[in-house]
T-cell receptor, first 112, second 115 residues
Framework: AQSVTQPDIHITVSEGASLELRCNYS??????LFWYVQSPGQGLQLLLK??????LVQGIKGFEAEFKRSQSSFNLRKPSVHWSDAAEYFC??????????FGTGTRLKVLA | NAGVTQTPKFQVLKTGQSMTLQCAQD?????MSWYRQDPGMGLRLIHY???????DQGEVPNGYNVSRSTTEDFPLRLLSAAPSQTSVYFC??????????????FGPGTRLTVL
């Protein structure tokens, strides 16, 4: 079955610390992978995407993610977290640019 | 461009009432989708459309109808609202799989409460 797992429901980090959000997927074909961010009461904003090519992708707001086919993972990273990064983060996989399967999300709290 | 717009932003219904959530996009996107977001469950696909006149079911279609008479609009209809349909609803659009580098653009959402 196709699925996306985000094992961490909540993560708390101090401002300036590094961040890694985990995403594992189960998908039969070559996946299209995405990370979205949702601030409270807002819609979803795309952080980055991976379709093919270089397995380390750069996104907006200083985020990056690495696709590891052997581990079926697409973890999101940021070297230094800012207070404004507090939000909920969703990993998604699709056959293309529609019919996404979303993970359950990871809520990030940033301590001043 | 306004992008993807949704109306209303908030809605309260009584059990058994019907209503339509509106979604429109001005980007000439082929593909449009409806998702619902529930706490601890992420977003789940309700229905999607790959072009005007073509719709299909997603993961959780029961209790919802859609139609796509134009490229721009993709309304979601609740035929007889139930408390289990209390959720936040997001509409999304994308260019389509013919383009390699694109993604879904999401609307701001509609928060629906069914009493």
């Amino acid at each position: 079955a196709q699925s996306v797992t985000q094992p961490d429901i909540h993560i708390t980090v101090s401002e300036g610390a590094s961040l890694e959000l985990r995403c594992n997927y189960s998908y039969g074909a070559t996946p299209y992978l995405f990370w979205y961010v949702q601030s409270p009461g807002q819609g979803l904003q795309l952080l980055l995407k991976y379709f093919s090519g270089d397995t380390l992708v750069q996104g907006i707001k200083g985020f990056e993610a690495e696709f590891k086919r052997s581990q079926s993972s697409f973890n999101l990273r940021k070297p230094s977290v800012h207070w404004s990064d507090a939000a909920e983060y969703f990993c998604a996989v699709g056959p293309g640019t529609y019919k996404y399967i979303f993970g359950t999300g990871t809520r990030l709290k940033v301590l001043a | 461009n306004a992008g993807v717009t949704q109306t209303p932003k908030f809605q309260v219904l009584k059990t058994g009432q019907s209503m339509t959530l509106q979604c429109a996009q001005d980007m000439n996107h082929e593909y449009m989708s409806w998702y619902r977001q529930d706490p601890g469950m992420g977003l789940r696909l309700i229905h999607y459309s790959v072009g005007a006149g073509i719709t299909d079911q997603g993961e959780v279609p029961n209790g919802y109808n859609v139609s796509r008479s134009t490229t721009e609009d993709f309304p979601l209809r609740l035929l007889s609202a139930a408390p289990s349909q209390t959720s936040v609803y997001f509409c999304a659009s994308s260019v389509g799989t013919t383009s390699s580098y694109n993604e879904q653009f999401f609307g701001p959402g509609t928060r629906l409460t069914v009493l």
